[in-house]
């Protein structure tokens, strides 16, 4: 298993896993979401393979925050491949992105998972996440 940072070769697997997440069509545009994460100081973008096979990614975003003494880490997107689930690929890409966020002054992770999600809420239950305050959204 290797956790690397992605690169744009990667655009085909991540939109094939963004389609497992019920994101159809990201390949129009799956590229340029690609780049912009690549070239953006505050986002980091990680994909996991094993022979060569990339079977998931998690997209990273590092917050500063004007009124606590640390940072936070959101987590906005993580997806394993519907062969690598229950491998454990999930658990490891989190951990990585911990140490990651440590050593950016980040203090807290956060992830948004729809409600729908149930089997996600469960796995994020067992890496020690808890619920928080209510998420409000305006599309714009």
Do not use: W
Not at 29 to 41: D, E, M, N, R, V
Not at 74 to 81: E, P
Not at 116 to 128: K, S
């Amino acid at each position: 298993m290797l956790i690397r940072e992605a690169v744009f070769e990667d655009a085909i697997a991540i939109a094939d896993l963004l389609s497992q997440l019920d994101y159809p069509e990201t390949e129009q545009f799956i590229t340029a979401k690609i780049g912009q994460q690549l070239s953006h100081p505050d986002a980091l973008l990680l994909v996991v393979e094993e022979n060569s096979q990339i079977l998931g990614f998690i997209s990273l975003h590092f917050i500063p925050q004007i009124a606590l003494e640390g940072d936070f880490c959101r987590v906005s997107y993580l997806c394993i491949s519907e062969s690598g689930r229950g491998l454990g690929l999930g658990t490891k890409l989190l951990e990585y992105a911990e140490i990651e966020a440590r050593s950016r002054g980040c203090d807290r992770m956060e992830v948004h998972c729809h409600s729908r999600r149930t089997l996600a809420h469960q796995f994020y239950f067992r890496q020690d996440y808890e619920e928080s305050p209510k998420y409000l959204l305006k599309m714009l």
